[in-house]
C-alpha cells in the first residue's frame, strides 16, 4: 500500500506504463513515488540546479517533478516543465499546492502547457493536484485528418479551381 496520496495516485501509471528510466526531481520526489520495480533506473536530483546533473539529451520513460515548481520563479519553473516535457520525456507528472510558494500557479497555467490534471487530495490541511502531461494520449487525431480529406492530384486537370 503507498504511503502517501501521490503514490496511490501514481500507482495506476507506474503499473501500465512500467518505466525502465524514471527522472525524480524535487525534496519529496521519492517520498512522493510508489514503490519501484526494480528494473526501474531511478535519477533522483533533490536539490537545485534541477537539471545540471543530466545529460543534455538524456531521455527518460517518465518524469516526476514534487515540490520544485513552487520554489522556482514562473518564468523559470514554465522553462523547466517545458524542457523536461519537449526534450526529456514523453510522459511527465507535476505534484504542486496551486496558489503557494514564490510566483502562485492556476490550473490554467499547467493548461497553457498541455497539462490535465490527474488528481487532487487533501494532505495535512493543504490541497495537492497532480497534473500530467503524457504525449500518447495529448491530441487525438481529428477525424478530418485522413485521407478522405486530402487532396486528390488525380482531380487536379478535372476541376479548373484545383491548381494544376
Keep these: 500500500m503507498p504511503d502517501s ?9 507506474m503499473a501500465s506504463v512500467k518505466p525502465r528510466s524514471l527522472l525524480a526531481l524535487g525534496p519529496f520526489a521519492q517520498a512522493d513515488l510508489p514503490a519501484l520495480a526494480p528494473a526501474v533506473t531511478l535519477t533522483l536530483v533533490e536539490s537545485p540546479p534541477w537539471l545540471q546533473s543530466v545529460a543534455q539529451d538524456a531521455r527518460f520513460d517518465l518524469v516526476f517533478v514534487a515540490g ?5 520563479a514562473k518564468p523559470e519553473a514554465v522553462r523547466l516543465l517545458a524542457r ?14 496551486l496558489g ?3 510566483d502562485p500557479w492556476t490550473a490554467n497555467d499547467f493548461i497553457a502547457l498541455g497539462m490535465e490534471e490527474a488528481g487532487a487530495w487533501k494532505e495535512a490541511g493543504q490541497l495537492f493536484h497532480l497534473y500530467k502531461f503524457d ?4 491530441k487525438p487525431a481529428p ?6 480529406y486530402w487532396a486528390h492530384p488525380e482531380l487536379w486537370d478535372k476541376y479548373p479551381w484545383l491548381p494544376s
Excluded at 8 to 13: I, K, N, R, S
Excluded at 135 to 138: A, E, M, P, S
Aim: net charge positive.
Design 84 to 97: 523536461l516535457r519537449d526534450v526529456h520525456t514523453q510522459r511527465l507528472y507535476v505534484r504542486i499546492a
Design 5 to 13: 496520496p501521490c503514490a496511490a495516485a501514481l500507482e495506476p501509471v
Design 100 to 102: 503557494a510558494g514564490k
Design 68 to 72: 520544485v515548481v513552487e520554489a522556482l
Design 143 to 148: 477525424e478530418w485528418f485522413n485521407a478522405k
Design 135 to 138: 504525449l500518447f494520449t495529448y
